[in-house]
């Protein structure tokens, strides 16, 4: 009985449940979207998806990209989320958006436009705790609507909701 009860566990943690609305197949294409895109963030970023968590949040002047790591002893992780937010910033402020494309393999909504009024757009990098963030701030109308859905693409993507 306990090898049941072992095999059961050990079959549930590897399969996510399905959500309500979807088929078996659309379950099992976006588990192998959501593997793709972690391994392709991890090339693109310089660390494991699955050690730190991304949150995209959106404000009255534009919003902010924060990652963080979830284990607060992970030094290597810590330091690569910060090298990377850091170049993104700095990338972002020139109109690249090379990272974000090597992560998706598209290019996120927003983009063209953000890249456009690079000059109306802001990107500060700020370092926390457990890794940094980079806040996007903007007084242009069109700039905001880009870098929300920008933003709120990453959001889906990724799997966490707006804060």
């Known amino acids: 009985m306990n090898e049941l009860f072992a ?67 992970d030094d290597v992780s810590r330091a690569a989320v910060r090298s990377h937010l850091h170049e993104i910033a700095r990338a972002f402020a020139a109109g690249d958006f090379k990272k974000p494309f090597e992560t998706h393999a598209e290019v996120p909504p927003g983009v063209p436009e953000m890249q456009r009024l690079k000059g109306a757009i802001r990107y500060q990098y700020v370092e926390t705790p457990r890794g940094g963030l980079v806040r996007i701030t903007t007084r242009d109308p069109a700039a905001l609507a880009a870098v929300r859905a920008f933003l709120e693409y990453q959001a889906k993507e990724h799997g966490h909701g707006r804060v």
């Open 7 to 73: 095999a059961i566990l050990a079959l549930l943690l590897q399969h996510p449940a399905m959500p309500a609305g979807m088929s078996h197949q659309e379950h099992l294409r976006q588990l192998q979207k959501d593997a793709e895109l972690k391994k392709r963030g991890a090339l693109s970023m310089g660390f494991d998806q699955d050690k730190t968590t991304h949150h995209f949040r959106t404000s009255a002047t534009g919003g902010s990209i924060e990652v963080a790591v979830n284990d607060a002893a």
